[in-house]
């Protein structure tokens, strides 16, 4: 296994700062946002100047780019016209992934608000059509569209993710695992998660996160619940309450082999956690103990 930084752990710096912080921590690869308006993230139309230094840069600092993190999610839309720009929109990054390298793509199961019910399987059947067609286009570029466990979306749930993965049944469309997100989202504890879904697990992401009292979840965004929604705080890894120890040790009894991402939450969260430097570093300290 090796160990990714991730640009949303970054948010004080630019895509080539946070490139060189993960070689001095000593990290192996970079997770990159791609989304208008972040500073550490790449514009999602990104020309080939801007690629080619992001490049220069991870090759000088001996750091692989691994995944890609646009935020489209409208693949399930009933609006045909808002579903065919998501898949635009992802082809893009799949040609920026050709470019740097990078063989992951997280994508979103779709966009749903929480409660939603309405016209759900005709919106799943929109979301395997979506995820079919862009597992194509990923595939001649040897990309992985990696779909990840998320709040607000039809794979909120390691039993949701599996049975999508398994229907859209396309061998470059896999699971991203965060048992964070499943933890927080009161879904599946690890035990159940990784027998349930991890024959479909491509990609990983790490956090922790240590629960409030006698509050629940809820989220009225996509991307990230806002303060006054939140049941947790994050927590730098193995200073929270999740079990890292065994989760590595029994996804690697299954067969994963694959990367870690250091999915730092200090750009929703940054007075949860100290800068990347800090807490970063000793997340990926941790994980080295117990790998």
Request: overall charge negative; aromatic content about 8%; glycine content about 6%.
């Amino acid at each position: 296994m090796k160990i990714a930084g991730h640009t949303m752990g970054t948010p004080e710096y630019t895509v080539p700062e946070a490139i060189k912080l993960f070689h001095e921590i000593g990290l192996d690869g970079a997770e990159i946002v791609v989304q208008d308006g972040y500073k550490s993230g790449l514009p999602t139309e990104c020309d080939e100047k801007v690629l080619a230094e992001t490049k220069k840069c991870a090759q000088e600092n001996g750091i692989e780019i691994c995944c890609l993190t646009p935020y489209n999610s409208y693949f399930n839309s009933l609006d045909e016209n808002e579903r065919l720009a998501e898949i635009e929109g992802i082809r893009k990054v799949i040609d920026y992934c050709a470019y740097l390298g990078a063989h992951y793509i997280r994508i979103y199961g779709g966009n749903i608000v929480a409660g939603d019910t309405f016209k759900v399987p005709e919106r799943r059947e929109k979301l395997i059509q979506s995820m079919r067609t862009l597992g194509d286009l990923a595939a001649e570029k040897d990309v992985t569209l990696v779909i990840e466990n998320h709040f607000n979306t039809m794979t909120v749930s390691a039993k949701d993710s599996a049975e999508l993965c398994r229907d859209i049944n396309h061998p470059a469309v896999r699971i991203l695992y965060d048992q964070a997100n499943l933890t927080f989202t009161e879904n599946e504890d690890y035990l159940t998660a990784i027998p349930l879904q991890q024959k479909y697990v491509a990609y990983m992401h790490v956090k922790d996160l240590e629960f409030k009292q006698g509050v629940s979840f809820s989220s009225s965004d996509v991307s990230h619940p806002d303060e006054s929604e939140r049941n947790v705080y994050t927590r730098i890894v193995g200073e929270g309450e999740l079990n890292w120890p065994e989760i590595l040790k029994m996804v690697k009894a299954e067969g994963y082999d694959g990367w870690l991402s250091l999915e730092y939450e200090r750009r929703w969260h940054p007075d949860d956690i100290p800068d990347a430097s800090i807490g970063m570093k000793k997340s990926a300290e941790y994980l080295r103990t117990i790998m």
